[in-house]
Nanobody, 121 residues
């Protein structure tokens, strides 16, 4: 009933920039925390950054200083601006959101299907 769709992935050279977008649709009363995770081949999924509905942010150590997470509550969207990309940033990036579909306190943990980011010459 709630879907997250990511966009903006692709191939970028080392040192380049990329902006990922994620939009939520469906039955949504409110979205609490939104986040980006990534999973590189052979590695576990890790948190890249998260942002609360009060726009308090948390950024992973491996990307600190190089990324900015932001959200637009009017569009139920979250963005990830990535700069100074490195080959080790290559991964599938997943959008995640804690969604309240109704006024009740029930929260759904929703994931997107992911978008591939490849950092290579």
């Amino acid at each position: 009933q709630v879907q997250l769709v990511e966009s903006g992935g692709g191939l970028v050279q080392p040192g380049g920039s990329l902006r990922l977008s994620c939009a939520a649709s469906g039955r949504i009363f409110r979205i609490n925390t939104m986040a980006w995770y990534r999973q590189a081949p052979g590695k576990e999924r890790e948190l890249v950054a998260s942002i609360t509905d009060g726009v308090s942010t948390n950024v992973g150590d491996s990307v600190k200083g190089r990324i900015t997470i932001s959200r637009d509550n009017t569009k139920n969207a979250v963005y990830l601006q990535m700069n100074s990309l490195k080959p080790e940033d290559t991964a599938v990036y997943y959008c995640n959101a804690a969604v309240r579909p109704t006024i009740s306190l029930t929260v759904l943990d929703v994931w997107g299907r992911g978008t591939l980011v490849t950092v290579s010459e």
